[in-house]
């Protein structure tokens, strides 16, 4: 039976946190860049941003399809000709559920085609743990541990139509 372990009001208190540690850590936000990991991420890092924006100023978003560069999947898909966005920015990958750590890997190849970032760091909804590759988040929603049977879901209102972290 699915289990709801954020609810709308603790995904915002968790999103307001990572917002503060970002520009804390940071010292502001010179120089850096959001790049939402598709498909939750990237509504996540606009929330971020907008949190943000209304603490330190406007910071910048883009989104970042990770597909292509996924070494588990068995489909072809041809690498993105993107301009070099990234070329020197402190970049925030945002994601909403780290486990394995292969998203995470790909995306940082992903970033490397975009330019050549002076940073990468990772924002996480949730940590569930269960690493196969050494990846760890610098900014952490919640972490929540889990059996490997277990499915972690982030909900997000422009997808899903409501807020919540839900495991099953």
Avoid: W
Avoid at 37 to 44: A, F, M, S
Avoid at 64 to 74: E, G, T, V
Avoid at 78 to 105: N, Q, Y
């Amino acid at each position: 039976m699915p289990k709801v372990i954020m609810n709308e009001m603790e995904m915002m208190r968790a999103i307001t946190r990572l917002s503060y540690e970002i520009i804390e850590r940071n010292k502001g936000i010179e120089n850096i860049i959001l790049v939402g990991i598709e498909r939750r991420g990237v509504h996540l890092a606009h929330r971020i941003a907008k949190k943000i924006e209304e603490i330190e100023g406007i910071i910048d978003v883009e989104s970042l399809n990770i597909k292509p560069y996924r070494d588990d999947m068995d489909e072809d898909y041809d690498l993105p000709k993107d301009a070099k966005s990234l070329f020197e920015k402190k970049v925030v990958l945002v994601d909403d559920v780290l486990f394995t750590g292969r998203s995470i890997r790909a995306a940082m190849d992903a970033c490397v085609d975009r330019g050549r970032p002076s940073e990468i760091s990772l924002a996480v909804l949730v940590d569930r743990g269960h690493r196969e590759l050494p990846i760890r988040p610098d900014y952490i929603g919640k972490n929540i541990p889990t059996s490997r049977k277990e499915r972690v879901s982030v909900q997000v209102v422009e997808v899903d139509g409501k807020d919540a972290v839900i495991i099953e």
